[in-house]
């Protein structure tokens, strides 16, 4: 069989999983923090007062469950010049592997930090336009945001394998990267030699820069802002990773057609709940295909009716390709932003209570199996974990 290519999972080597020993029964773990204590100066015969103490409760909760079920014909096994059982395995596993790294990578939006434009001279909020000249100055922005959060990455990286699951607290940092934002650290370090040991090709790791582990991914976090304030035309449309959504003044049949409704903020709200909802048809909305289900599986739309913007978070995809015909030329992609995620190792913890494993059970009736493979997880960034973690905001307008 042909090559069926997946992202190279970057959270085994990044995320803390000590967590995992202490829930032997149950679905959570609860981890308190305290508040900060400050010295006081202390009088020789006078009383000192006494600081209140408290704690807060952050938990992790078991409840992610994934599976990528199959059915093999016994016959088709007999007749096939391929595994056909270890091939399908495999793409699954790879399959629930890239959703448990896009769920780990999401969480760069919890990061207490963040590198943008404002940071090499540009607009707050506004992502980068990485080049050669700037992306060395990436890096130090990112090691100054977690300096300024008393986390420390600049020591020596361990080449350990193990060493991926250190807690905050460690010395070795990561950046997790897009291809194109290594093309222009790439070009930028131009030949420069680093010693890289044993870590070399594990985890997607490529090298070791300015305290920070590179690893490159193309399961990483986008997000989009889409403007649409004034009513769109008939036969309009908006086009994310391939899918076309053409807004209709009367809906029809079609998929993917998005009612206008008589307003922007209707014609806005329900391309929303179409993203949100992909396989449902309503009064607003028809169904899309199922192969246009899966290109937006795991985009979350959020309207704001106030700010007459559609926000599209997509996990796993590194950046999306999007584009739009709406009448009105104001009305545009505003924003497109691929969320790099630096920090230190061990910023998320994750538990794998039942990591990607496979079930088999006979078909009732019939020559074949039914295959299973599935997972349980859950993942959480505790307040000491988003610390020790920089959302860096890179621009991918011209990404295609």
């Keep these: 069989m042909q090559v069926t290519r997946y992202s190279t999972p970057v959270f085994a080597a990044q995320a803390s999983f000590e967590e995992r020993a202490k829930l032997t029964n149950g679905q959570s773990v609860t981890r308190p923090y305290t508040n900060i204590m400050y010295e006081q100066d202390y009088t020789r015969g006078s009383d000192m ?115 991926g699951n250190l807690k905050p607290g460690g010395t070795s940092g990561f950046a997790n990267c897009s291809p194109y934002f290594y093309e222009q650290l790439s070009k930028s370090l131009a030949g420069r030699e680093t010693v890289d040991g044993d870590m070399v090709g594990k985890n997607g790791y490529k090298g070791h820069y300015f305290g920070f582990d590179n690893f490159i991914t193309t399961n990483g976090t986008w997000t989009g802002v889409l403007s649409i304030a004034t009513t769109p035309t008939d036969g309009d449309t908006v086009t994310i990773n391939g899918v076309v959504f053409t807004f ?6 079609t998929a993917g057609n998005v009612a206008i409704a008589g307003s922007a903020d209707a014609a806005r709200l329900n391309l929303s709940e179409l993203i949100n909802a992909p396989s449902t048809t309503d009064a607003g909305q028809v169904a899309l295909t199922t192969a246009n289900v899966n290109l937006i599986k795991r985009m979350v739309a959020t309207d704001a009716a106030a700010a007459n913007t559609l926000t599209l978070v997509a996990k796993g995809y590194g950046y999306v390709v999007v584009s739009e015909t709406l009448t009105d030329a104001t009305d545009a992609w505003t924003s497109k932003i691929s969320s790099q995620m630096f920090g230190q190792k061990g910023a998320v913890d994750m538990v794998l209570q039942a990591k990607p494993q496979v079930k088999v059970d006979s078909i009732p009736l019939q020559l074949g199996s039914y295959v299973k493979p599935y997972v ?19 621009d991918s307008s011209s990404w295609t």
């Design 248 to 253: 209709k003044t009367t809906l029809g049949s």
């Design 376 to 394: 349980l997880y859950g993942k959480k960034t505790f307040l000491e974990g988003a610390k020790g973690m920089v959302q860096v905001k890179v």
């Design 49 to 163: 007062t006494m600081q209140t103490l408290s704690e807060t409760n952050e938990t992790l909760t078991v409840q992610t469950s994934k599976a990528t079920p199959f059915a093999i014909d016994d016959l088709d096994v007999v007749q096939s010049n391929f595994k056909l059982m270890s091939e399908y395995s495999d793409r699954a596993m790879r399959a629930l592997n890239k959703a448990i790294d896009a769920d780990y990578l999401g969480e760069v939006v919890n990061a207490t930090s963040t590198v943008d434009a404002a940071d090499l001279g540009g607009t707050a909020g506004a992502g980068i336009v990485v080049d050669t000249s700037n992306v060395l100055s990436i890096y130090s922005a990112a090691l100054r945001k977690l300096q300024l959060q008393d986390v420390d990455v600049t020591g020596m990286a361990d080449p350990r394998p193990q060493a």
